[in-house]
């Protein structure tokens, strides 16, 4: 005994046993840049579950391998940038060697076709059912999910505003994906519904004033909404011009409403002054009022619906306006 302390065991040392397993190497490589599943891995590798299960504990106690749940499923990957650089530097030499084998390239076939099953499935369910598709993601995840997805392009620093903005839908929407909103209205009832329904959004404003003078000051807002609103409004022109002047430079006004209708019983029943707008006329007061880049669309019809036909319109507040 010469009285020296046993030296530990160098960790790449450990890494070169768990790496000098033909198995283990064959199924890094087939985890490299794809998440596969035990099943899918005794398929591609032809090894019972048994086998298959013990070398992936192995590589998953070394830091080799991630796993992450995926409803019944348990999904495999390599770990990546979790892996120090000497292992990284040892499995490139390994893997250099390895995947030059025939082995390793019916591997790599094998588990392509593998892939190809995954989407085949999902094509034989398109397949079977793009007549209801429409219907079944309703269903699933309700009517208006696209309209939810597309909140996801509003810019984090603007300030947005809905004149019009009835008991404050649109606002609760929109307010967790801007700066600030400010919501504006006639109506007493309607601001104090809004104000109750944005309580707990500390960047909604909800304030009372009329379209044709809005409660804003000049330039502050990067967009500004006016949904199902301007048929209520007796001179159009003047909110449209007011929407100009509270946006910043560059600026988008959309505007929602009815097409032209001859259903009379709107002005008695519920106060409208114009029974719709015709796209020429939109198009006309938007660049009146001072917006460039001014489109009209008609909108489809939504079946379930039983009011008129309605538009979207938008304009670009100019530089010099």
């Known amino acids: 005994m010469n009285g020296l302390s046993p030296q530990p065991r ?19 490589l087939l985890l490299e840049h794809h998440e596969v599943t035990v ?19 192995a590589l998953a106690d070394n830091g080799w391998v ?24 040892l499995w490139q030499i390994v893997r250099q060697e390895m995947a030059r084998t025939a082995t390793a390239v019916q591997d790599g076939s094998r588990l392509q076709q593998v892939l190809v099953e995954r989407r085949s499935k999902s094509q034989e369910f398109f397949h079977a059912s793009a007549g209801q598709w429409d219907q079944l993601r309703d269903q699933l995840f309700g009517r ?5 997805m597309l909140l996801g392009l509003l810019d984090a620093d603007w300030c947005v505003a809905d004149l019009g903005c009835g008991s404050g839908g649109f606002a609760a929407l929109v307010a967790p994906h801007v700066r600030q909103f400010v919501g504006v209205d006639d109506s007493a009832a309607m601001v104090q519904a809004a104000r109750r329904r944005t309580r707990g959004f500390g960047n909604v404003e909800i304030r009372r004033g009329r379209l044709e003078a809005l409660p804003l000051d000049d330039g502050t807002c990067d967009l500004a909404t006016c949904i199902l609103v301007l048929h209520h409004v007796a001179a159009p022109l003047d909110a449209l011009r007011e929407a100009a002047r509270i946006l910043a430079p560059g600026g988008r006004l959309v505007v929602g409403d009815m097409l032209p209708h001859d259903r009379e019983a709107y002005r008695r029943q519920m106060g409208h002054v ?11 007061w938007l660049e009146a009022a001072g917006f460039s880049d001014v489109r009209c669309r008609e909108l489809p019809p939504d079946p379930a619906a039983s009011g008129p036909g309605l538009f979207v319109a938008s304009g670009r507040r100019a530089a010099g306006a």
């Open 10 to 28: 160098p960790a790449l040392l450990d890494q070169l046993g768990t790496l000098g397993d033909v198995t283990r190497s064959r199924i890094l």
């Open 39 to 57: 099943a899918e891995l005794c398929a591609v590798l032809q090894a019972p579950q048994s086998t298959v299960s013990r070398h992936l504990k």
């Open 66 to 89: 991630v796993s992450r749940a995926e409803g019944t499923s348990r999904l495999y990957a390599m770990a990546g940038a979790a892996i120090d650089a000497s292992a990284r530097r």
């Open 144 to 148: 208006h999910v696209s309209e939810g």
């Open 274 to 284: 114009w029974l719709g707008f015709a796209a020429a006329q939109m198009a006309a």
